[in-house]
């Protein structure tokens, strides 16, 4: 017959404490910062410079970066494709997708997303050369009625840009294009007089297309704040406790400045700082 000593109970004690707390561990690991769902989530890129591109058939980019910290800070799955500016927002309205990035917030857009943003940049003006001469101003752009401005279709500029944008529209002279890469083109073939674009992206394509001597780059608002780039759920996925937790994981990405991190992959130390100062 065995008899249990007061010593041999409690490390039998202590051992229980410690299986307790090792099954209390593996359920929070897996639990993790968010509750990433019975499926992979649908996250939608687009072609935009240096926050996103395609090389040697792989993504690339801040915006590809920051969704493999995601991954790699909550555990979830991603399933992931490329699609136009323009259909990202009309499927993330429907519920065919659940996610995208670079977004830029709105009241239209309030009635179908949530946002968490984790970038912040300023839309300059690039026009042609050849305008600039005559054009230093929206004003004097407005004033040419010849001259041309081309958007990105679905694009949210800031403020101003948008209200000088809705004035032009209505004399016809604003052409919609389905990318910025189609939109460069149409500057670079004269089609287009002028664009705005972020430092982020017309940095890259103007070195690619060796656009640098054709353009000239001008502040046409400068009032007007940087624009925040937001990581935008779809509330037909996400309630608004489980969009609150994603909000907390991208902050701890920018408090740990693993954000300014990822930027400075990209941009110098001065715009990688500028991206994080919101």
């Known amino acids: 017959m065995k008899f249990l000593t007061p010593f041999s109970s409690f490390w039998r004690h202590i051992a229980g404490l410690l299986l307790s707390l090792a099954s209390f561990a593996s359920f929070t690991v897996v639990a993790g910062p968010v509750d990433c769902g019975d499926r992979p989530i649908s996250i939608a890129f687009f072609d935009f410079g240096f926050l996103y591109f395609e090389q040697d058939g792989q993504g690339r980019g801040i915006d590809k970066d920051f969704v493999d910290e995601l991954a790699k800070r909550t555990g979830c799955k991603f399933s992931t494709q490329t699609m136009p500016r323009a259909r990202v927002w009309a499927d993330l309205a429907t519920g065919e ?18 946002f968490a943003p984790y970038s912040y940049f300023k839309n300059f003006a690039l026009v042609r050369t050849s305008t600039a001469a005559t054009v230093s101003s929206a004003e004097d752009f407005m004033a040419q009625g010849q001259l041309q401005f081309g ?120 715009e990688a700082r500028a991206g994080v100062d919101f």
């Open 97 to 114: 997708l659940d996610m995208s990035l670079s977004g830029v917030q709105s009241p239209e857009r309030d009635r179908f997303a949530w």
């Open 151 to 270: 958007v990105v279709r679905g694009f949210v500029h800031q403020p101003a840009q948008e209200k000088w944008l809705e004035q032009l529209r209505s004399t016809q002279r604003v052409q919609e294009s389905a990318s910025i890469s189609i939109l460069f083109e149409k500057l670079k073939l004269g089609r287009i007089d002028g664009l705005f674009a972020l430092p982020v992206v017309y940095r890259k394509i103007l070195q690619e297309m060796k656009m640098q001597d054709e353009v000239v780059i001008r502040d046409w608002t400068p009032k007007d704040k940087a624009s925040l780039g937001c990581l935008v759920m779809a509330k037909s996925r996400f309630s608004e406790a489980e969009a609150v937790r994603w909000r907390n994981v991208v902050r701890a990405m920018r408090t740990d400045g693993t954000l300014e991190k990822i930027y400075a992959r990209y941009l110098s130390p001065a």
